[in-house]
């Protein structure tokens, strides 16, 4: 493994050079879509280690090496069937991580102990997915002053109720008895808590409740036995959403549209419910993101979204420090991803819209910044091509804001366009940055636009809300074929070139917009989307249910089959035009494969039989499409059906 290294001071330009196989259009779609050579590069507490996700064969494991010159590389997982979802250091020696089975979402926790020779390897606590349900554990508290133990959350004994446990990493799971003996149960769900809220400590302080539409906020003092309810709310009103407590265990930091439509981060006292001093807010949109630091124990800062990422921070000395590492790196995002506990050692990544990323080690003592890895070396930044964002008005008023990616060898003018609708779609928005989807589509010669249409999430209530109600199919449909009139009126895409993709509620989109405007699309690529929406309600997950009322509020009522019918494109096949592309995963809990089937079986019966390049069904994937040779052969074929259609 070939590392490049450089030192520079702050205030010093830095240069680097990727490796380049040559031109986008010369990249094949293995650059775009093999796993990243680095991602998620984190510090041991100590600061004397670095773990990464790093692929081994095909599947994403985790590697270790020495901060010091990054020697002793070694993979400490040797995972084959599976990817590592996510880790995180508990103390010097042991790695907590989780692994996905097969898209099912049931997450299991597992350690490894990297202190000796051949790392051992234990499961935590065991996930399952089944006929009853999905079984499945996260971490909620890492409990940073305490190397032995985190905080675990785990729906085990009731599936839709997951209770709090105090587990020791050094220890088992119990496969024969499925449990682990050394979890202590220190939150029991009674049955609607929908979140739990823990202070710095670790400490069990709070909890939201959700019964049908009417909601609480739960309380209890340190060291008490019992909550209290602070607060009554409906999820549809103005109100509050907890972030984290303050580093004296009593003021919590909420974020809240009480009198105003765009969320702000205020002061809370929970036990009074009592709203206190405006920490941060914007005219434009919902803020809800804190800058912490536990070592120096104080706020730092807040980041939002506007068109891009935006940072605001309080404290002068880390405004400073970041001023200074931003310009030596001119023209880029920097952020800190990882820190030492003590924060004089610290991760930077460094990237932007062109830019994969490298990650760079900062020694704040030093004030020096040294190059360390590469996400994706492989790219040539020079090829890829620019997101810029796009602002226009609906047909009904609205402002609406999307981004939009050209091809940069082009002239920027009457291009061959995809429109590419996020999921969700509620509290969902798209953001500014490297996307290789675009950035793939884009060395193919497509422009790619994406939409935040009403029902998005960061513009404020009333915009969410404005996609609340049966508006699938509808106003929030008519936002994309919006959008697509306007960059045709701005000369920037070709109206007889234009295909719509998108996955999870964009998929829906795609299929929206084959069967409601089916003159405006040439092609559509629907991807791991919703055909049947009464289906979505019948078939989602048991987890899910106690949402249930809000999402019958949200997208519609399922009793109303006038309703259902008009909104869902399974209903509508026979007004499908344009070549149409389906992508599904077999394990999906989220939109159950029989959307996609039920839709093959419809077109049969019209005539349209799916080729092998128009029809993917993976057993061994659930909502999107995981596994790396699973999504190069899915965009290979991708390629091949906008080759045929859009060219």
Same mark, same amino acid.
């Given at each position: 493994?070939?590392?490049? #290294?450089?030192?520079?001071?702050?205030? *010093? @330009?830095?240069?680097?050079?990727?490796?380049?196989?040559?031109?986008?259009?010369?990249?094949?779609?293995?650059?775009? $879509?093999?796993?990243?050579?680095?991602?998620?590069?984190?510090?041991?507490?100590?600061?004397?280690?670095?773990?990464?996700?790093?692929?081994?064969?095909?599947? #994403?494991?985790?590697?270790?090496?020495? &901060?010091?010159?990054?020697?002793?590389?070694?993979?400490? &997982?040797? *995972?084959?069937?599976?990817?590592?979802?996510?880790?995180?250091?508990?103390?010097?020696?042991?790695?907590?991580?989780?692994?996905?089975?097969?898209?099912?979402?049931?997450?299991?926790?597992?350690? =490894?102990?990297?202190?000796?020779? #051949?790392?051992? =390897?234990? *499961?935590? %606590?065991?996930?399952?997915?089944?006929?009853?349900?999905?079984?499945?554990?996260?971490?909620?508290?890492?409990?940073?002053?305490?190397?032995?133990?985190?905080?675990?959350?785990?729906?085990?004994?009731?599936?839709?109720?997951?209770?709090?446990?105090?587990?020791?990493?050094?220890?088992?799971?119990?496969?024969?008895?499925?449990?682990?003996?050394?979890?202590?149960?220190?939150?029991?769900?009674?049955?609607?808590?929908?979140g739990w809220i823990l202070d710095n400590d670790g400490k069990v302080r709070g909890a939201t409740t959700l019964n049908g539409l009417k909601g609480q906020l739960l309380y209890k003092d340190q060291g008490a036995e019992k909550f209290t309810v602070t607060r009554e709310f409906s999820p549809l009103d103005?109100?509050?959403?907890?972030?984290?407590?303050?580093?004296?265990?009593?003021?919590?930091? =909420?974020?809240?549209?009480?009198?105003?439509? #765009?969320?702000?981060?205020?002061?809370?006292?929970?036990?009074?419910?009592?709203?206190?001093?405006?920490?941060?807010?914007?005219?434009? %949109?919902?803020?809800?993101?804190?800058?912490?630091?536990?070592?120096?124990?104080?706020?730092?800062?807040?980041?939002?979204?506007?068109?891009?990422?935006?940072?605001?921070?309080?404290?002068?000395?880390?405004?400073?420090?970041?001023?200074?590492?931003?310009?030596?790196?001119?023209?880029?995002?920097?952020?800190?991803?990882?820190?030492?506990? !003590?924060?004089?050692?610290?991760?930077?990544?460094?990237?932007?819209?062109?830019?994969?990323?490298?990650?760079?080690?900062?020694?704040?003592?030093?004030?020096?910044?040294?190059?360390?890895?590469?996400?994706?070396?492989?790219? /040539?930044?020079?090829?890829?091509?620019?997101?810029?964002?796009?602002?226009?008005?609906?047909? !009904?008023?609205? %402002?609406?804001?999307?981004?939009?990616?050209?091809?940069?060898?082009?002239?920027?003018?009457?291009?061959?366009?995809?429109? /590419?609708?996020?999921?969700?779609?509620?509290?969902?928005?798209?953001?500014?940055?490297?996307?290789?989807?675009?950035?793939? @589509?884009?060395?193919?010669?497509y422009a790619t636009v994406q939409v935040n249409f009403r029902g998005s999430g960061g513009y404020g209530r009333k915009f969410e809300q404005a996609g609340y109600g049966g508006k699938w199919g509808a106003e929030m449909q008519n936002d994309l074929t919006d959008a697509i009139n306007y960059l045709v009126?701005?000369?920037?895409?070709?109206?007889?070139?234009?295909?719509?993709?998108? +996955?999870?509620?964009?998929?829906?989109? +795609?299929?929206?917009?084959?069967?409601?405007?089916?003159?405006?699309?040439?092609?559509?690529?629907?991807?791991?989307?919703?055909?049947?929406?009464?289906?979505? $309600?019948?078939?989602m997950p048991k987890h899910w249910e106690p949402a249930k009322e809000l999402l019958k509020i949200q997208i519609g009522d399922p009793d109303d089959e006038i309703l259902m019918k008009r909104m869902s494109p399974l209903a509508h096949v026979d007004k499908i035009k344009a070549p149409l592309m389906i992508?599904?995963?077999?394990?999906?809990?989220?939109? =159950?494969?029989?959307?996609?089937?039920?839709?093959?079986?419809?077109?049969?019966?019209?005539?349209?039989?799916?080729?092998?390049?128009?029809?993917?069904?993976?057993?061994?994937?659930?909502?999107?499409?995981?596994?790396?040779?699973?999504?190069?052969?899915?965009?290979?074929?991708?390629?091949? @059906?906008?080759?045929?259609? *859009?060219?």
């Amino acid at each position: 493994m070939k590392i490049w #290294k450089k030192f520079v001071t702050l205030m *010093l @330009f830095v240069t680097f050079t990727d490796v380049a196989w040559g031109s986008a259009s010369e990249l094949k779609v293995e650059d775009f $879509f093999k796993n990243p050579k680095f991602t998620s590069l984190q510090l041991s507490p100590d600061g004397s280690k670095l773990a990464v996700i790093s692929p081994v064969g095909k599947r #994403k494991n985790i590697a270790i090496m020495e &901060t010091d010159g990054l020697k002793n590389i070694r993979a400490v &997982t040797g *995972l084959k069937e599976q990817d590592i979802a996510g880790f995180f250091w508990a103390n010097n020696e042991d790695i907590i991580f989780t692994i996905q089975s097969d898209g099912s979402e049931a997450f299991s926790l597992y350690k =490894v102990n990297i202190s000796k020779k #051949k790392p051992r =390897v234990d *499961l935590l %606590v065991g996930s399952k997915s089944g006929a009853s349900g999905i079984r499945t554990a996260a971490v909620v508290h890492t409990l940073p002053n305490d190397p032995d133990h985190i905080i675990v959350q785990y729906n085990g004994r009731r599936i839709k109720a997951p209770d709090l446990y105090k587990l020791n990493i050094h220890s088992r799971w119990n496969k024969k008895r499925k449990k682990n003996p050394r979890m202590k149960l220190i939150a029991k769900n009674p049955g609607d808590v929908q979140g739990w809220i823990l202070d710095n400590d670790g400490k069990v302080r709070g909890a939201t409740t959700l019964n049908g539409l009417k909601g609480q906020l739960l309380y209890k003092d340190q060291g008490a036995e019992k909550f209290t309810v602070t607060r009554e709310f409906s999820p549809l009103d103005e109100g509050i959403a907890p972030l984290v407590y303050d580093f004296d265990n009593d003021t919590m930091y =909420v974020a809240s549209n009480i009198g105003r439509d #765009k969320a702000a981060i205020y002061e809370y006292d929970p036990k009074n419910n009592k709203l206190g001093k405006l920490i941060f807010a914007d005219a434009d %949109v919902d803020i809800s993101n804190l800058i912490m630091s536990r070592h120096q124990k104080k706020v730092l800062g807040v980041s939002y979204i506007k068109d891009y990422p935006e940072t605001v921070y309080f404290d002068k000395k880390t405004e400073s420090m970041m001023n200074g590492l931003k310009s030596a790196f001119p023209g880029k995002r920097v952020s800190i991803s990882s820190q030492s506990k !003590d924060e004089s050692i610290n991760v930077l990544l460094v990237h932007d819209d062109q830019d994969p990323g490298n990650y760079y080690l900062y020694d704040r003592k030093a004030g020096k910044v040294r190059h360390l890895l590469s996400r994706m070396s492989w790219l /040539n930044v020079d090829d890829m091509s620019e997101m810029t964002p796009i602002k226009f008005t609906s047909r !009904d008023g609205l %402002v609406i804001n999307g981004y939009i990616t050209i091809p940069k060898d082009s002239n920027g003018k009457n291009l061959p366009i995809i429109i /590419n609708p996020h999921g969700g779609p509620f509290g969902i928005r798209d953001v500014w940055g490297f996307n290789p989807e675009h950035q793939f @589509f884009a060395s193919r010669g497509y422009a790619t636009v994406q939409v935040n249409f009403r029902g998005s999430g960061g513009y404020g209530r009333k915009f969410e809300q404005a996609g609340y109600g049966g508006k699938w199919g509808a106003e929030m449909q008519n936002d994309l074929t919006d959008a697509i009139n306007y960059l045709v009126k701005e000369g920037i895409a070709n109206p007889d070139k234009v295909c719509i993709y998108g +996955a999870s509620y964009g998929g829906y989109a +795609a299929m929206a917009g084959l069967t409601f405007t089916p003159d405006l699309y040439k092609c559509g690529i629907n991807y791991v989307g919703v055909t049947d929406v009464g289906l979505l $309600f019948t078939s989602m997950p048991k987890h899910w249910e106690p949402a249930k009322e809000l999402l019958k509020i949200q997208i519609g009522d399922p009793d109303d089959e006038i309703l259902m019918k008009r909104m869902s494109p399974l209903a509508h096949v026979d007004k499908i035009k344009a070549p149409l592309m389906i992508i599904q995963g077999a394990k999906d809990p989220r939109v =159950v494969k029989q959307h996609a089937t039920d839709l093959r079986d419809a077109l049969e019966e019209r005539g349209i039989t799916l080729s092998d390049d128009e029809w993917i069904m993976k057993e061994n994937e659930g909502h999107g499409f995981s596994k790396e040779e699973n999504k190069i052969e899915l965009y290979t074929k991708m390629e091949k @059906f906008l080759a045929k259609h *859009l060219k």
